[in-house]
Nanobody, 122 residues
Framework: QVQLVESGGGSVQPGGSLTLSCAAS????????MDWYRQAPGKSREEREL??????????TYGDSVKGRFTISRDNDKMTVHLQMLNLQPEDTGVYYC?????????????WGQGTQVTVSS
C-alpha cells in the first residue's frame, strides 16, 4: 500500500504562483511514476485531466494546457513530488490530486491522495 499526502493548495490571483507537494509513504519502492491530475469544477472523477507526470528516472510529461508554466520534480530520497505552477489562470482552478503508479509483479496499482484545492480568481 502507498499513502499520499498533498499540500500547498490555496487561492491566488491570475498570474500568481503556487507550488504543490505530494509525500509518499508505505511501499514506495513499488512506485514507478507519480502524477498530478486536476479535477475542474463540475467535472467527474472520470474527467480528471493529467497535468504532469514524472517517472522514477526523471522523465516528465505535461498536459498541453500547462506546458511552459508548470514544472514537476521529485526527490527520490524523500519520495516527494513537487508541482511548481507559474502564471496561474482561472482555468487552472480545480482540485489537484496526486497519483502514484505502482507495480507489484505483473500487476499495476493506482493510489490517490485526498486532493488539494487550487482557486485562481481576481
Amino acid at each position: 500500500q502507498v499513502q499520499l499526502v498533498e499540500s500547498g493548495g490555496g487561492s491566488v490571483q491570475p498570474g500568481g504562483s503556487l507550488t504543490l507537494s505530494c509525500a509518499a509513504s508505505g511501499t514506495t519502492d513499488t512506485i514507478y511514476a507519480m502524477d498530478w491530475y486536476r479535477q475542474a469544477p463540475g467535472k467527474s472523477r472520470e474527467e480528471r485531466e493529467l497535468v504532469a507526470a514524472i517517472t522514477r528516472s526523471g522523465t516528465t510529461t505535461y498536459g498541453d494546457s500547462v506546458k511552459g508554466r508548470f514544472t514537476i520534480s521529485r526527490d527520490n530520497d524523500k519520495m516527494t513530488v513537487h508541482l511548481q505552477m507559474l502564471n496561474l489562470q482561472p482555468e487552472d482552478t480545480g482540485v489537484y490530486y496526486c497519483n502514484a503508479d505502482a507495480r507489484v509483479g505483473l500487476t499495476d496499482y493506482d493510489f490517490w491522495g485526498q486532493g488539494t484545492q487550487v482557486t485562481v480568481s481576481s
